[in-house]
């Protein structure tokens, strides 16, 4: 067994009061049965604790041990936290309360950690890629100041999410690039199996009886459940749909940054912080930012959709009387694109339950801030209850001017008056004093500490910050890079490229402008009556252009652009800058916009990190694949050019395939794309008409080489050799 | 929802005005009482014993019905009929049971939430500009606000004339409603908007004992 330890801080104060408590016999979970991981006294989150919004006589199941993961925890005793640090490579761990001049001591998981989950005195990491090729889950025990590990079990390759049964004796962890969930035996340490999912699995948590895990995903709507865990496990989809009360009328749309999950304490409602791309609200081309909530007891969704005649009555019979501003805020509250509310977050990217209030804490990674929503609604997103302010901007800033970037984890103290936030871009955890009582935030001061140094490459630093912040003035139009591009990669999504003509009569300029709904376009089409739109008509409105994956994609001089429209990658982001509002990404004379692209590139080249690829060499199928791919006769590497990343950079004329709700493309050229990762992206080609790769090469009618003269197991081994790229 | 405003202002009130027409106006009231002032129906006002009996007013000054929210019942221990039945006519009303929901809002505090059979009706005196609802079943849902307009000859009128706005809907285990007000408000120069204002969320999951109803 390997064994590694380090020191850690030691609160003697709340490691007694553990020890006394456990004295006591006070614990969770079946008392008559062994648990595997002993020391469960100070369990913050899942204790059995009954939220305002429940009514009484509601089961009051007693969840003992089940614990979702994130990017950081507090251990059991509350005396430290345990932070993954991703981009460090590093396992940290912070004496609490905080204190910005302890340096932390820290210990390496043997690579990038994603999350950590604490269950007594065990502490589990998941590690997305080891030395070895794979993913992996470290077992840790805490013995008296000491990390020490335990076990290192190998697991498909990008381990990413991990929650553990109610009785502590199992751990279920996401698989994010190889699409697959794992079941771990805690007692014996060992994989007992993996299971194929969706794309990109990320939250994992368990039913309240152990038997079930349900799955989020960085891409769609539906989750994921698997039923019988301990003996025949099934895989199973779950509808929900996302955001429904501000969703276009009878639409069922797609959600991405599905990162978290999260259950109340009786384990009867299930949280899912996701985006519902396509979701209408003011300005937002992009969606909403949303929570949807699964009834668990039967895998329903607590929200009912949204109603194409829905009742609606206004003050219309003396609507004249009043001025004009009364009657166009009328008009504009009893349309069909205004929606309940508006949105208080950007890019869920963690959540809590904080059970002495009934709430859910949300790390919003976009907008520099912690949420907290009222969790006894249907759509909590409506229920703002508070927001803390993390970032440089707010007036609750970190001390010193130091500022929070990319809030990408959130745990809770033990007292449920602390939450303590991953600032990712920042190298940062800072600690968000939360109020018992209802009534108004007053910015307490904060704590923090600082994990790393900052990158002595100015323009890496500010272009990692950059690249998760939503309301940058120059680039980001309300949604961040990493709103499209979680993690670099993609969001499955095929967006409405919309161009607007100018208005009859003046001397207005057409532009561009990306939409997640076509309804939405035509809306703002409408309100401006100034902008008819250029490629729409009765059955669609704009171009289909589908999120690419850009982590390790962008090495190349360029040309970049659906139609190889930029020469560089400076040229393709200060066009994107425009492109995603509205033409207006500040004065196009001023030295910011190319600034801000320097920076970005700074870190889109450098610090994005590449799906991990499987390191073993080719078998012998996917050597046949390669050499058909590489074959005259068949031609494929004339244009996915192996040496410059599978990619020519030219363009080349594809057919038009009428895609529901857009404006059909004819004639149009496009160039090649990159296959680099393409195992993992699908949906295919630009307007995502191929569901996988078998389509793409069965039935892409000779578009893409001479792939009809092969024969099925030709084609078998073809994409056999396209997913190892 | 004031920056689509804005937006609305910015592309041209015309054009705005000149759509006014339409999908203003659906769900139309089945009845015309003022749900949180007037005299026009017979109200129900808490004792002193804190019980529940029917009196009637005939003044617009009279305060708006209140009730002693600390003896009403919670929603979850009221017995809500699994049977279905018509909606409530007008008069049924007057013998429904006040009860307590979440309301954790200031602006939701003044609203009132009573009980009859298995329906619900919320009600929220703000001079209201208009009710939307935004999820849920259309069936025996009815939204209703006041004053109909008729008598006002000026719009400042809406801050004197009885008003308010109901929301009645069925409570039936495994559906879901959102509806929200929307109220005339006074701005900063003395001129009027229209704002959001109280949401109401109504979820009865299969597995709780009770509906959740939350104002915010």
Not at chain 1, 116 to 121: H, K, L, N, Q, T
Not at chain 1, 427 to 436: E, H, K, N, W
Not at chain 2, 86 to 107: F, L, Y
């Amino acid at each position: 067994m390997l064994r590694r330890s380090v020191k850690m801080p030691f609160n003697p104060i709340a490691g007694f009061a553990t020890l006394a408590l456990l004295a006591m016999g006070v614990g969770c979970g079946d008392e008559n049965s062994s648990t595997p991981l002993a020391g469960s006294a100070a369990l913050s989150g899942s204790a059995a604790a009954t939220p305002p919004g429940a009514p009484p006589g509601d089961p009051q199941a007693v969840t003992g041990l089940a614990r979702e993961g994130a990017s950081l925890a507090v251990s059991s005793d509350g005396a430290r936290l345990y932070l993954a640090d991703e981009d460090g490579a590093k396992l940290h761990i912070m004496g609490l309360p905080l204190d910005a001049s302890a340096k932390p001591t820290s210990t390496d998981p043997g690579g990038r950690p994603a999350q950590v989950a604490v269950v007594g005195s065990t502490v589990l990491a998941t590690v997305r890629m080891t030395k070895e090729g794979t993913g992996a889950l470290v077992v840790y025990e805490e013995k008296l100041g000491d990390l020490v590990e335990a076990a290192r079990i190998a697991l498909p390759r990008d381990a990413w999410g991990v929650a553990t049964s109610p009785d502590g004796k199992r751990a279920a962890v996401t698989s994010a690039w190889t699409a697959q969930v794992s079941l771990i035996d805690l007692e014996q340490k060992k994989l007992v199996w993996s299971r194929d999912v969706p794309r990109e699995p990320r939250g994992v948590t368990f039913s309240a009886d152990g038997s079930s895990v349900y799955v989020s995903h960085l891409v769609g709507a539906n989750l994921t459940r698997i039923d019988d865990v301990g003996n025949q496990p099934r895989v199973v989809a779950v509808e929900l749909p996302t955001a429904p009360a501000r969703s276009p009328a009878a639409e069922k749309l797609p959600a991405s940054l599905g990162y978290a999950l999260v259950t109340n304490p009786e384990r009867d409602r299930l949280y899912a912080p996701r985006h519902a791309l396509g979701g209408l609200g003011m300005n937002q081309w992009y969606g909403v930012a949303t929570v949807d909530v699964l009834d668990m007891t039967d895998s329903k969704p607590l929200a009912a959709p949204r109603q194409v005649n829905a009742h609606k009555t206004f003050i219309k019979p003396f609507m004249e009387r009043f001025d004009t501003r009364v009657q166009i805020s009328l008009w504009s509250a009893a349309s069909d694109v205004v929606t309940v509310g508006a949105s208080v977050f950007t890019q869920p990217r963690a959540a809590v339950y904080r059970p002495t209030q009934g709430t859910l804490l949300v790390a919003s990674e976009g907008s520099g801030a912690v949420v907290e929503l009222d969790a006894s609604m249907s759509d909590p997103t409506l229920g703002l209850v508070r927001s803390y302010g993390v970032s440089a901007s707010s007036s609750a800033a970190v001390p010193d001017g130091i500022a929070c970037g990319a809030a990408s984890g959130i745990a809770l103290a033990a007292d449920d008056g602390t939450a303590y936030v991953h600032c990712r871009a920042t190298d940062l955890v800072v600690a968000v004093l939360l109020p018992q009582t209802p009534g108004d935030y007053d910015s307490p001061p904060q704590r923090y500490v600082r994990f790393a140094e900052p990158s002595s490459n100015a323009d890496y630093a500010m272009g990692r910050q950059l690249f998760y912040q939503a309301n940058d003035q120059y680039v980001s139009g309300g949604l961040g890079c990493a709103g499209c591009h979680p993690d670099g990669r993609d969001d499955g999504f095929v967006w409405h490229e919309v161009e607007f003509a100018p208005k009859e009569g003046t001397q207005g300029a057409t532009f561009t402008n990306f939409f997640g709904s076509g309804s939405l376009a035509r809306s703002m089409a409408a309100f401006w009556n100034s902008s008819p739109i250029k490629n729409g008509n009765e059955t669609g409105v704009g171009y289909t252009r589908q999120t690419p994956i850009i982590a390790g994609r962008l090495k190349s001089k360029g040309p970049y652009g659906w139609r190889a429209e930029n020469k560089t990658l400076d040229s393709r982001l200060l066009a994107g800058f425009d492109l995603h509002r509205w033409n207006e990404s500040g004065n196009k004379d001023s030295a910011f916009p190319p600034t801000r692209a320097r920076q970005l590139i700074a870190f889109v080249r450098e610090g994005l990190v590449s799906p991990p690829l499987d390191p073993a060499p080719l078998n012998a199928e996917e050597t046949r694949g390669k050499e058909i791919f590489t074959s005259e006769k068949v031609g494929c590497s004339t244009c996915h050019v192996p040496e410059t990343d599978y990619t020519n950079r030219s363009v080349a004329v594809f057919s038009a395939f009428p895609q529901r709700g857009y404006f059909e493309e004819k004639g149009a050229s496009y160039k090649t794309p990159s296959l680099l990762f393409v195992g993992g992206s699908a949906p295919y080609f630009h307007d995502g008409r191929f569901a996988t790769l078998e389509d793409v090469v069965f039935k892409n009618g000779d578009q893409m080489g001479k792939t009809s003269q092969l024969d099925a197991s030709e084609k078998k081994a073809l994409v056999a050799f396209l997913r190892r790229l | 929802m004031k920056r689509l405003f804005a937006i609305v202002l910015a592309g041209g009130a015309a054009s705005a005005a000149a759509v006014l027409g339409l999908g203003v106006v659906s769900g139309a009231p089945a009845y015309s009482a003022a749900p949180g002032a007037s005299g026009r129906v017979p109200r129900m006002q808490p004792s002193a014993s804190g019980s529940v009996s029917a009196s009637a007013s005939a003044s617009a000054a009279v305060p708006p019905r209140r009730f002693a929210r600390v003896n009403m019942p919670e929603l979850a221990d009221v017995e809500i009929p699994t049977t279905r039945s018509g909606k409530p006519k007008r008069d049924e009303w007057q013998a429904a049971q006040p009860v307590r929901v979440s309301q954790p809002t200031p602006r939701a505090k003044d609203c009132t939430a009573v009980v009859l059979r298995e329906y619900m009706k919320v009600s929220c005196p703000k001079p209201m500009a208009g009710i939307r609802q935004f999820i849920g079943g259309i069936k025996d849902v009815e939204l209703f606000i006041y004053p109909k307009g008729q008598n006002l000859t000026q719009s400042f009128d809406v801050f004197t004339e009885p008003n308010g706005g109901d929301i009645v809907f069925p409570l039936r285990r495994g559906e879901n409603y959102m509806f929200q007000f929307f109220e005339i408000s006074q701005e900063y120069d003395g001129g009027f908007g229209v704002s959001e204002h109280v949401l109401v969320d109504i979820s009865w999951a299969g597995s709780r004992k009770a509906p959740t109803v939350v104002l915010r």
